[in-house]
Nanobody, 126 residues
């Protein structure tokens, strides 16, 4: 069973940067759709960035141009580089994995993902 553990969250000032990591164990991430979601209390969990087995990436409009999703197969680790952070980026960030993606793009729906990490908190202050 695949196990995901996020790290790299923290508190930063607006305009700062963070790199989130998602360590994958139990299976290789190479054939999965991998994704980062985020959630604010009282709101629905929303997709932030997605990467296919072929390394095709997609991003939510709110973060496009400011974040980059990537993966390191040798380390079996997923990353989210976040730059020019804004207060509205404050959320709990979750790593997710879809073992059997449907189609050429990763799903933006949280129910498509089989495995989830515990989450890592990102707080951006003015």
């Amino acid at each position: 069973q695949v196990h995901l553990v996020e790290s790299g969250g923290g508190s930063v000032q607006a305009g700062g940067s963070l790199r989130l990591s998602c360590a994958v164990s139990g299976d290789t991430l190479s054939t999965y759709c991998m994704a980062w979601f985020r959630q604010v209390p009282g709101k629905e969990r929303e997709g932030v960035a997605f990467i296919t087995s072929a390394a095709t990436t997609t991003y939510a409009e709110a973060v496009k141009g400011r974040v980059t999703i990537s993966k390191d197969l040798a380390k079996n680790t997923l990353y989210l580089q976040m730059n020019s952070l804004k207060p509205e980026d404050t959320a709990m960030y979750y790593c997710a994995a879809d073992r059997f993606p449907y189609g050429g793009r990763c799903s933006g729906a949280r129910l498509a993902y089989d495995s989830w990490g515990q989450g890592t908190q990102v707080t951006v202050s003015s």
